[in-house]
């Protein structure tokens, strides 16, 4: 067994509170995810990545490092990477997924920001996230209170450049998007002592492009009437992208998407018949936050699709290729990334035409509305979605809830009988 | 023929014996097991009764407790139970508020009596029958005596609707020489508020009906009516419509 | 009572390597990560249904390059951790 103790000590770790966190992930993993039944063949990869989730991908970033590398570590799909991967740096996701961290967080932060926030920080301050360890700098953007002030925080631990994200899309907002593209370029530039030429950079937007545009074939397997895989699984894959070697993450999920292709002809599903199919939209869910898709597909429902910032939100469109100049370039990239439909935004309408569409592309029978406690913008914005949907005719219930467990049995429970529901609707238009 | 209905509450267990109409309602304590409650639930109403449990051809199970009745053909959830329940008694049901031990809920349902949607309280117990037993504790009084200290009362305003914070409200009322009788008048009238806002959620077509535990209370039914201008329908047995529910979903499995 | 096989590696690329050979030879197998009660260090190992031991086993004689650090047994339960 490979031992990285010597590796997290390197990185200024809390080993003994790191054990602690490392004791539970088997059997959680256990639990929500290999218990599953008839899983595809090519989840071994994702599986191998969870389970060297703190261990190979750490030494391969501080290989990384060792080679003059540097590591940039992130929050939000509005942060380009093909900015980072351009100057030769890797960009990688960072944690705040667990309840574990959230007791840490609220050592700084008020209680009743959301669990995200609060994990995140925990995570740094209590060193037991190896990826924050390993992150020369932080980027954070403006996209809502609780993180733009937690960066000032997070600010005396790693240094961090924030990205400032218009909360509008006007043209102005366009020009503001397209300078701080600019400035984030000139301070990786600064930061990793490499110049981000037109050649460098239309190589990263055509890397990330067809990273997505794998993501976006793994989620076009899900259209299928018999799904081929789980929304779990699908989630840990988008969740995985985050961080994961490209290269390898691209060509591994192609190879899972063969196979799901392959049981797609082969009339192969992992849910009985009947099973209602649920778009989930709303917050991110970072790793190991898998509590929604869990309860839902524990409850009787399968999820076909996710208009998240793990999902869709962070795959769909991609960035205009081989464009000559770099400005062109930055244009490009504006484009693609201001039109993200994320309720920071105001007005946000783009975000229930994706909603309505999605539902629709992946032959969606109801919507639940997921949002981290105290997620304002989310919240608020349920209104308007409901409203939406309540005209075009399709159910959608809401589930607001943080990483504490404690909440199942009644989360479970909704969930059942609006599956109920769905499941009456459904016979009542075959009569 | 005979289908039974079991509905295990965090409260109360509660049971019909049905053949297309009630023949026999149980309401018995859940107690610390509700596997004990549902099967107990399950021999009463077949032993007062002198049933064949051969000529029960369904049993199907709801409320919390659903989980553990392994004897059951099928389990189906509480909301589902209640919309089918209300509607079999009054089929001019558009709209349930259900308030039990733990949890409140309205339910709003179409024409043939399918769930529209519905909205649950969050996790804690405020509003909710746990909220009023804490709260006549508070006043050394029972639960089902709320109504009468309340009655022709003036409520004594209580704006907490957690339920600990409720409790050290009442208290310095209390010290401040507030009647118990206003204080208990408050505390329904606070439930009431609670149940309108749950009401708001959802556009109100048709009959209201008013279920579970908590709506034994008369005082509780007239402060609402009076918040929503509306007659409420409450039927005979506000605790068993669940149960009820669940014994007609198991009736019209059944090939007859 | 169920049981479940876990190899465990000194390495991934070993682990890695393993993984290969029971895809070629059809044996099913999961890559999970290391059961606490077998190990502290975090990482993969892979897990086989028992029955397959020895054809396991035997694969490893053969291909002595494949380093592993034990083959372990243990009883199969599922914490539940949302109830």
């Known amino acids: 067994m490979a031992d990285y103790r010597e590796l997290w000590k390197s990185l200024d770790m809390d080993l003994e509170k790191h054990d602690k966190l490392c004791e539970v992930l088997p059997e959680f993993y256990e639990d929500v995810y290999l218990s599953q039944k008839n899983r595809p063949e090519g989840m071994n990869y994702y599986n191998f990545v969870i389970s060297e989730v703190h261990g190979l991908r750490i030494k391969e970033l501080d290989d990384h490092k060792q080679n003059g590398g540097k590591v940039l570590g992130t929050f939000c799909v509005f942060v380009p990477d093909e900015i980072i991967f351009s100057a030769d740096a890797i960009g990688v996701g960072l944690c705040g997924g667990s309840d574990f961290w959230v007791p840490d967080g609220e050592k700084v932060l008020p209680r009743n920001i959301c669990p995200l926030i609060k994990a995140s920080v925990g995570a740094k301050i209590s060193g037991t996230c190896p990826y924050f360890q390993s992150a020369d700098m932080l980027v954070g953007e403006t996209t809502c209170d609780g993180k733009k002030k937690a960066w000032e925080i997070l600010n005396d631990y790693t240094p961090i450049h924030v990205m400032d994200l218009p909360q509008m899309k006007r043209e102005n907002d366009k020009k503001h998007w397209k300078d701080e593209i600019k400035l984030f370029m000139d301070k990786v530039e600064e930061l990793t002592g490499n110049k981000i030429t037109e050649e460098r950079l239309n190589n990263a937007i055509k890397l990330i492009n067809r990273k997505r545009r794998v993501l976006q074939r793994l989620y076009n397997t899900r259209k299928a009437d018999k799904l081929p895989i789980s929304g779990k699984d699908a989630l840990l894959i988008t969740q995985i992208a985050f961080y994961d070697d490209l290269e390898r993450f691209i060509q591994k999920t192609e190879e899972l998407c063969d196979e799901l292709e392959r049981r797609i002809e082969k009339g192969v599903g992992v849910f009985p018949e009947n099973t209602p199919r649920i778009l989930v939209t709303g917050t991110p869910m970072a790793i190991p936050n898998w509590k929604i898709h869990h309860l839902i597909e524990t409850s009787g429902g399968s999820v076909v699709c996710e208009e998240t910032c793990t999902g869709t939100r962070y795959f769909e469109n991609t960035v205009k290729e081989n464009n000559k100049t770099l400005d062109e370039q930055i244009d490009a990239l504006t484009d693609r990334y201001l039109n993200i439909n994320c309720a920071c935004f105001t007005p946000n309408e783009g975000r229930i035409d994706d909603i309505i569409r999605l539902y629709k592309e992946y032959n969606a029978d109801g919507v639940i509305y997921n949002t981290l406690s105290f997620c304002h913008t989310y919240s608020v914005e349920y209104k308007k979605v409901k409203e939406a949907l309540d005209k075009e005719g399709i159910p959608v219930m809401m589930i607001e809830s943080d990483y504490s467990l404690q909440d199942s049995g009644q989360i479970k429970t909704r969930l059942e009988a609006f599956f109920e529901m769905l499941k009456e609707r459904k016979s009542a238009y075959a009569k | 023929m005979y289908t039974i209905g079991i509905d295990t509450g965090s409260v109360a267990t509660k049971g019909v014996l049905f053949n297309g109409n009630i023949i026999k309602k149980v309401i018995i304590p859940t107690g610390w097991s509700p596997k004990n409650a549902s099967k107990q639930v399950y021999t009463l109403l077949l032993e007062d009764n002198n049933v064949d449990k051969n000529k029960v051809k369904k049993v199907v199970g709801t409320g919390y407790g659903r989980v553990s009745m392994v004897f059951a053909d099928k389990t189906v959830t509480e909301i589902t139970c209640h919309a089918k329940g209300a509607y079999f008694i009054n089929n001019n049901i558009r709209t349930i508020l259900d308030i039990g031990g733990q949890d409140s809920k309205v339910i709003s349902l179409d024409e043939y009596g399918n769930v529209r949607e519905f909205f649950m309280n969050d996790k804690c117990a405020a509003g909710t029958g746990r909220f009023l037993q804490v709260m006549a504790n508070l006043l050394e009084g029972d639960v089902n005596d709320l109504d009468k200290l309340a009655e022709g009362t003036a409520p004594k305003q209580i704006s907490s609707m957690c339920t600990v914070f409720a409790e050290s409200e009442i208290v310095s009322l209390l010290a401040n020489g507030a009647s118990k009788e206003s204080i208990a008048a408050g505390i329904i009238q606070s439930i009431a508020n609670r149940a309108v806002t749950l009401l708001s959620k959802t556009s109100i077509k048709g009959d209201i009906a008013f279920t579970g535990g908590v709506a034994k209370s008369n005082i509780l039914k007239k402060y609402i009516e009076s918040k929503i201008k509306k007659n409420i329908y409450t039927p005979n047995d506000t605790q068993i419509i669940g149960a009820l529910g669940a014994a007609v979903i198991g009736w019209n499995m059944i090939d007859k | ?83």
Do not use: A, W
Not at chain 3, 32 to 50: D, E
């Open chain 3, 1 to 83: 009572m169920q049981n479940n096989t876990y190899i465990l590696f000194p390495s991934h690329t070993d682990g890695l390597s393993l993984e290969k050979l029971l895809k070629e030879k059809k044996i099913k197998y999961t890559i999970v990560p290391t059961p606490r009660q077998l190990s502290k260090c975090c990482g993969i190992s892979i897990k086989i249904n028992p029955n397959d031991k020895e054809k396991v086993e035997e694969l490893l004689i053969k291909n002595p390059n494949i380093k592993i650090e034990g083959i372990y047994t243990l009883e199969k339960k599922t914490k539940k951790f949302f109830v």
